[in-house]
Nanobody, 123 residues
């Protein structure tokens, strides 16, 4: 499956942003989807995951309550809504697809990755 992340940009602190991840190539509903981010000089950080059916979601404690992951199987697209953005949220954001049903926060468990979209939050 090919993934294309979009929706990043420059935003002011306190504002919201919605990222999209469009999938193509294989049946989107066969994959759990995850969102990660990577700030300069840091490792890839797990943010959120949604199950194949969309019925279950899982969030990192660091962003719980500020982000929401969702998916639209008809559009083959996953979303990450981010609210109350802070300068510390500045990073490249990646979406990823996982063929298994095991809930995991490890980037190594995900099979396919999008190219990333830059989010910059100004103070």
């Amino acid at each position: 499956v090919q993934l294309q992340a979009s929706g990043g940009g420059l935003v002011q602190a306190g504002n919201s942003l919605r990222l999209s991840c469009a999938a193509s190539g294989r049946t989107f509903s066969n994959y759990a989807m995850g969102w990660f981010r990577q700030a300069p000089g840091k490792g890839r950080e797990f943010l959120a995951r949604i199950s194949r059916s969309g019925g279950s979601t899982y969030y990192a404690d660091s962003v719980k309550g500020r982000v929401a992951i969702s998916g639209d199987n008809a559009k083959n697209t996953a979303y990450l809504e981010m609210n109350s953005l802070k300068p510390d949220d500045t990073a490249v954001y990646y979406c990823a697809a996982d063929r298994t049903t095991i809930v995991t926060t490890s980037p190594k468990a995900y099979d396919y990755w999008g190219q990333g979209t830059q989010v910059t939050v100004s103070s």
